[in-house]
């Protein structure tokens, strides 16, 4: 009697134990209809939901990148999230709470050799562009972050299927236009059109419209045969932020230092006990040393754009000097778009803000001299005006056509850099090409290298003063190309 | 040649005792005379001298090399990595290697305690570089640490080995003899075991 009171008991425990466990659907599909680029970032649309209210905790793992989000699921609401990744045949998605039991989704990105052209057209033509892979899309397909579009090499969009974007779609959409995706829009409704025309980096030569898919193919072809300016590459920003040498130098300080007091002690004291206490306690002091001494963050930014239009696009790169073995913890910079790691093969883990829909911090190892980054990349509005005349006698009129002032900088033209003067909206100087100066540092020779040789440019640096952050060293450029007078 | 010196932790009359550097002639002087007393009378503690040199010429090189390759990596956008688990397993090896040539040689010729000394002083004056080296290395910090116990613990036994020398060969230069040939072999072995993949070096 006795064992079936405890066996009912039992059995009773165990049934309100499964009905208190919430159940977690989970649904994950790949942007782009599963298709990505090696290398390239991409993205995954997630879907959960619970029966009942519960904490859960998502899991997104692309190759060595970790996304990571905590969400309140409620019941009959369905939580869907945008979550940006690195390029990685296999994302493993899973999400469970300390109740549930976890749930995983394997998703499989198909990785194309071949440039992607993605085409979002309702008539399903066949469309076919020499040299690349055609991915078929319908709106939903299309990315919520921005630097998920860095899978597809070109895009075909009609009408209807612009007009099913959401508005984060819409706004991914304007700021790949804006950093110079090409984009051809099957007549689209001329606002659309009009917004796109004034979002179009690369002078708007990327935005393209056109009547029929024959007319897109042919505008796509040759806008290929046109190179646009490429992405920035890692090895140049070090260039720009000579990241490391200040560790580097402490490091040498160090080293140096207790060569020196270990040296004057086996001259001058004989006594073994202290001699092996030198080195015991140059280690502690050295290890305490890199601990206390963090040297700050760098943050480079180099914008560009064009001389009248509305945005410039910008790369910016986070870095983060590694001083000590350990485990580090940033937030990312809410005030840039698009954060991802630089490296691909850097392992990391992103906290995902669910609420706003964007990373919000980072974790990472670091070690001494390792130099992690994060990448950001957006379009920042555009003030600045430059109006170049031609003289006679080789001087060339630069003036301020814009309706702010500028700071003092230099004018890049035929290989010279000249300095300009801080300018006042509607104020002119006169420029003497033939007194240019052949500058060979990195700046200087990065714009040079963006500047294309039927354009003239000119190049500012932000004041240092602006940077409100005293943990982060900050250096930003902006570059302004113009037609050459 | 003189004779053996006295046997192991004897003290010449009035206490006092002056230690040659490891490196010294070990046909003459390898213990002082029975009697002798240095200049000046005063006790002096045992000197770490040549080994600990030796220690600190290798460290200084080391670390020259490691500071040089992480200043390219850097300035290249490379991994610093590599090279700082290269000069950790270059400072194992190489302390190992002159550990064992010296302290076999020492504990033939100056006893168990002073050939232990000079293989502290010259492993430990690296210390500060493989903290150095392993906090820019992927290296585990057991296995840097389990590798300097083992020269620790070689420092303590290698000296061993030319005591039982001295005391099975009871003649000074045929301990020191045996005991070079033996380190050198251990030395050698170490090198040839560094390129094994069993070897689990720092």
Request: with cysteine; net charge positive; hydrophobic share 50%.
């Amino acid at each position: 009697m006795l064992r079936g009171l405890w066996l009912l008991g039992l059995a009773l425990c165990a049934v309100t134990d499964a009905i208190a466990q919430p159940r977690i659907d989970l649904a994950a599909t790949p942007a782009w209809n599963g298709w990505t680029r090696p290398g390239r970032a991409t993205e995954v649309d997630v879907r959960l939901s619970a029966d009942i209210a519960t904490r859960a905790t998502l899991d997104v793992v692309a190759g060595r990148q970790v996304v990571r989000a905590e969400l309140d699921l409620a019941p009959g609401r369905i939580v869907r999230l945008q979550v940006p990744i690195d390029s990685s045949e296999e994302v493993a998605v899973s999400a469970g709470s300390p109740v549930a039991p976890p749930q995983r989704r394997d998703v499989r990105i198909a990785q194309s050799e071949s440039p992607l052209l993605g085409v979002g057209i309702v008539t399903g033509d066949p469309v076919y562009l020499e040299g690349f892979h055609t991915v078929r899309l319908v709106a939903d397909d299309l990315p919520r972050n921005a630097s998920a579009y860095a899978s597809v090499d070109a895009l075909i969009l009609d009408a209807p299927t612009l007009g099913a974007l959401d508005r984060r779609q819409l706004g991914a959409l304007l700021a790949h236009a804006a950093e110079c995706g090409r984009i051809v829009l099957l007549n689209p409704d001329p606002g659309v059109r009009h917004v796109l025309d004034g979002m179009g980096g690369c002078g708007g030569r990327a935005v393209m419209g056109a009547a029929t898919l024959a007319d897109a193919k042919e505008m796509l072809k040759s806008s290929l045969a046109t190179s646009f300016a490429p992405a920035i590459s890692l090895v140049n920003i070090r260039e720009l932020a000579q990241p490391g040498r200040v560790t580097w130098n402490r490091v040498l300080v160090l080293v140096a230092a207790y060569f020196a007091i270990a040296g004057l002690a086996l001259m001058l004291v004989r006594s073994v006990p202290v001699l092996l206490l030198v080195p015991a306690l140059a280690t502690v002091a050295i290890l305490v040393l890199l601990h206390a001494m963090q040297p700050p963050t760098q943050l480079v930014v180099w914008s560009e754009g064009e001389s009248g239009a509305q945005f410039a696009r910008y790369q910016a790169w986070q870095l983060f000097p590694g001083l000590v073995r350990g485990h580090t913890r940033v937030p990312v910079l809410p005030q840039l778009a698009s954060a991802r790691t630089c490296e691909p093969g850097q392992p990391m883990r992103f906290d995902f803000d669910a609420d706003r829909g964007r990373l919000a911090f980072a974790d990472f190892d670091t070690r001494l001299f390792r130099q992690v980054s994060l990448c950001y990349s957006g379009m920042v509005p555009l003030e600045r005006v430059i109006a170049i005349e031609a003289r006679p006698d080789a001087l060339l009129n630069v003036r301020n056509a814009g309706r702010t002032a500028w700071p003092s900088g230099l004018l890049l033209a035929g290989g010279l850099a000249h300095d300009v003067p801080a300018l006042g909206p509607g104020d002119s100087t006169i420029i003497r090409t033939e007194r240019g100066k052949q500058r060979r540092d990195a700046p200087a020779r990065m714009a040079m290298e963006r500047t294309q040789a039927d354009r003239v440019a000119a190049l500012w640096e932000s004041d240092p003063g602006d940077a409100a952050d005293v943990t982060t060293e900050r250096k930003e450029w902006l570059l302004l190309t113009a037609p050459r007078p | 040649m003189s004779a053996a010196g006295p046997s192991q932790g004897a003290r010449p009359p009035g206490g006092e005792r002056r230690e040659a550097t490891l490196g010294g002639n070990h046909t003459t002087a390898a213990e002082p005379p029975q009697g002798a007393r240095p200049p000046g009378g005063e006790r002096r503690e045992a000197t770490l001298g040549g080994p600990a040199m030796t220690g600190l010429a290798l460290a200084i090189a080391v670390a020259l090399w490691w500071v040089g390759s992480s200043r390219l990596a850097l300035d290249h956008g490379t991994d610093a990595a590599r090279g700082a688990a290269d000069a950790l397993k270059t400072l194992w090896l190489v302390r190992g290697m002159a550990l064992a040539m010296l302290s076999v040689r020492a504990g033939a010729l100056y006893g168990w305690r002073r050939g232990a000394k000079g293989g502290l002083g010259l492993i430990s004056l690296s210390w500060p570089v493989v903290a150095l080296a392993w906090s820019a290395s992927a290296a585990s910090l057991t296995l840097v640490v389990l590798a300097e116990l083992l020269l620790l613990a070689g420092s303590a036994a290698l000296p061993l080995i030319g005591l039982f020398l001295r005391r099975w060969l009871r003649r000074v230069d045929f301990a020191v003899m045996a005991g070079t040939a033996i380190g050198t072999a251990l030395a050698a072995a170490l090198w040839v075991a560094s390129g094994s993949t069993y070897m689990p070096l720092p």
